[in-house]
């Protein structure tokens, strides 16, 4: 069963506020994002969580399960896989499709720039099952959103279509944008130009991926 992502605490809150929950909550959280730099989720402890949330064991487990509960909870906040931040793609009407698929690789570049920490680290949690089937749940429903884009996109004559289905597709593209990013943020600082430079070849590739129609070979759709 997949870990929710909500802590216990806030499972079973009312619409009245604890405001010393609630602070207890983002000490736990901020406690494992100090911990997450300089060590891997697999060698944190929640005895570590707890002592850097200045809580006791028993205490933390009021409001969290487990150590991946908590690390679930740090994913969800990034938003990481969220289909609502790719409004280009919801679009029915079709744009530039070089933009579309750049606006693909900038969000995820972007995220990846504002949570290094949690994603390099969920990224490198393989042996975590927990973390892993949270992960692969919330690329799920960004796969099937990309997927449906492609369909569209197809059927407007702006990608060809080929053998492999949209959602190979989608999942194809996906792993290669996670993986570029992770090798380019995991281990030092990175420049500005540095980013915007594999964003660039990651958007030409992704393209060449999904099979853009050429500007010459589309359709006429004046009237």
């Not at 983002?26 to 929640?46: E, K």
């Not at 509960?69 to 790719?86: K, S, V």
């Not at 407007?156 to 279509?161: E, N, Q, R, Y």
């Not at 420049?191 to 010459?216: F, N, S, W, Y």
Request: hydrophobic share 40%; aromatic share 8%.
């Amino acid at each position: 069963m997949p870990l929710e992502r909500s802590s216990r605490r806030s499972s079973r809150a009312t619409a009245a506020p604890f405001e010393r929950g609630d602070r207890r909550e983002r000490a736990i959280l901020a406690s494992l994002t100090g911990l997450l730099v300089n060590a891997s989720l697999r060698s944190i402890s929640i005895g570590d969580i707890a002592k850097g949330a200045g809580i006791s064991r028993p205490s933390l487990y009021f409001y969290f399960d487990s150590k991946a509960q908590i690390f679930c909870a740090l994913l969800a906040r990034t938003r990481y896989h969220c289909p609502d931040d790719f409004p280009l793609l919801a679009s029915v009407e079709a744009s530039a499709i070089t933009a579309e698929v750049r606006s693909i690789v900038d969000q995820t570049v972007r995220s990846w720039q504002e949570n290094t920490v949690v994603l390099r680290r969920g990224f490198e949690a393989a042996e975590d099952l927990d973390v892993q089937r949270q992960w692969q749940q919330t690329m799920s429903g960004l796969i099937g959103f990309i997927a449906e884009w492609i369909d569209r996109r197809r059927s407007a004559g702006l990608l060809v279509t080929t053998e492999e289905t949209s959602a190979e597709l989608a999942e194809s593209l996906i792993w290669l944008i996670e993986k570029s990013c992770y090798r380019l943020f995991a281990s030092r600082a990175t420049t500005q130009a540095e980013q915007d430079r594999r964003a660039a070849v990651l958007a030409g590739v992704g393209l060449r991926i999904l099979g853009e129609t050429p500007a010459h070979v589309l359709p006429d759709r004046r009237p």
